[in-house]
C-alpha cells in the first residue's frame, strides 16, 4: 500500500492468511505436536478448506481451541465480513466427508471417529444456533467463546472469536475489523518485536493493520515515544517502513463527508448529514468507535451502517 492510501470498504483484505498465522501463534506451544495445512487441497479440482491441522498420536493439546482436536482437523474461517449461515455448516461436514474420501484405495484409511471440524466466526450466528436447535443438535459452552455441538459424525466446535478470552486468544481476537484496544495491540507488536524471526506475526498484523489504520498509527506514535533497545527500535522502524500511513486522510475523510453533505443542501449538523460524514469515514477504514466520537452518533447507529 502506498503512503496516503487508506483500505476502502470495498476493497479486499487478505484475512485468511492472518487467520492461519493467528491460529499457529495460538498453538505454537504445540508446534512439534501440529502440522498446519494451508489451504489444504481435497481433491484435484480446486477444492480447498482454510486451514487443516494434523495432530501428532495421543498428544494432548491444552488450549481451549485445541481440546477438541484429535488426528484430522478441518478449519473454517469467516472473515469479519462474511456471516457463518446454515449452508456453511453443512459446506464445513461436506469438506469433513470429502477428506475422508481422500484415503487410499477405498480402504477406510481415514478414520472419520479421529476427525473434526472447527468453525470460526466473529459473532454468533444465531440463525444457524436456532437451526440447530430445531433439529435438536445440543450446543453448549465449556470455555469462553467455545462452543461444541453434539448429534454429529464428528467432533464439532464454534470459535466465536468476539467472546474469545483476550489473555488465552489474543491472537485470534485481534483479526477484527472494529479493534479499539490499543494496549491489546501494543502487546501484540512487542512481542512481534521481541521475536523478529517468527513471521507470521507480519502476516496476522497485515489483516490487521489495514482494518485498523487509525488504531495502529496511534500506537506506533505511543510506542516511539517509549525508551527501546536498539534492536527493537529498529524492528519499530521496520514496521513503520512495512505499514506506512498517511495520517491525513482521516481528517482530510471527515472534511470530504462534511462539504458533500453541504452540497446536497443538507443542514450542517444534521443527523443525516453525520450519517453521510460517517459513511464516508467508513469507506476510509475509520473506526466506528473513532466515528462516533467525530460525529456525536451512537456507537451502535456507526455499526448498523457498517453493515449495512
Not at 39 to 55: A, H, Q, R, W
Not at 151 to 157: A, C, T
Not at 212 to 238: G, S
Amino acid at each position: 500500500m502506498k503512503r496516503g492510501e487508506a483500505v476502502k470498504e470495498n476493497e479486499s483484505i487478505s484475512w485468511h492468511p492472518s487467520f492461519a498465522a493467528a491460529l499457529q501463534l495460538e498453538l505454537q506451544a504445540y508446534a512439534d505436536e501440529l502440522d498446519f495445512k494451508q489451504e489444504y487441497e481435497l481433491t484435484s479440482e480446486p477444492l480447498k478448506v482454510d486451514v487443516l491441522i494434523l495432530k501428532d498420536g495421543e498428544a494432548h493439546i491444552d488450549k481451549n481451541i485445541g481440546r477438541i482436536f484429535r488426528h484430522y482437523n478441518i478449519i473454517e474461517y469467516k472473515s469479519p465480513k462474511d456471516y457463518l449461515s446454515i449452508d456453511d455448516f453443512y459446506k464445513g461436514m461436506a469438506y469433513v466427508y470429502l477428506f475422508k474420501n481422500t484415503g487410499a484405495d477405498g480402504t477406510d484409511t481415514i478414520d472419520i471417529r479421529e476427525m473434526t471440524l472447527t468453525l470460526v466466526s466473529l459473532y454468533k450466528p444465531m440463525r444457524l444456533l436456532r437451526h440447530l436447535k430445531k433439529w435438536e443438535k445440543h450446543v453448549y459452552s465449556e470455555y469462553e467463546g467455545v462452543y461444541y455441538i453434539e448429534g454429529m459424525d464428528v467432533p464439532i466446535q464454534l470459535l466465536i472469536q468476539d467472546d474469545l478470552p483476550n489473555k488465552e486468544n489474543e491472537h485470534l481476537t485481534l483479526l477484527t475489523d472494529q479493534l479499539n484496544e490499543k494496549e491489546k495491540l501494543a502487546h501484540t507488536l512487542s512481542k512481534y518485536f521481541q521475536d523478529n524471526k517468527n513471521k507470521r506475526y507480519l502476516i496476522m498484523l497485515h489483516a490487521v493493520v489495514q482494518a485498523n489504520p487509525q488504531l495502529f498509527t496511534e500506537v506506533i506514535e505511543m510506542m516511539q515515544k517509549l525508551e527501546y533497545d536498539p534492536d527493537t527500535q529498529k524492528k519499530i522502524d521496520e514496521v513503520v517502513r512495512e505499514f506506512e500511513w498517511d495520517k491525513k486522510w482521516m481528517q482530510e475523510g471527515f472534511e470530504k463527508g462534511k462539504e458533500e453533505g453541504k452540497a446536497e443542501g443538507k443542514a450542517e449538523g444534521s443527523e443525516e448529514t453525520k450519517e453521510e460524514i460517517a459513511k464516508n469515514l467508513l469507506a476510509k477504514g475509520m473506526s466506528p468507535e473513532h466515528i462516533s466520537e467525530a460525529t456525536e452518533l451512537p456507537i451502535e447507529a456507526i455499526r448498523k451502517l457498517k453493515r449495512e
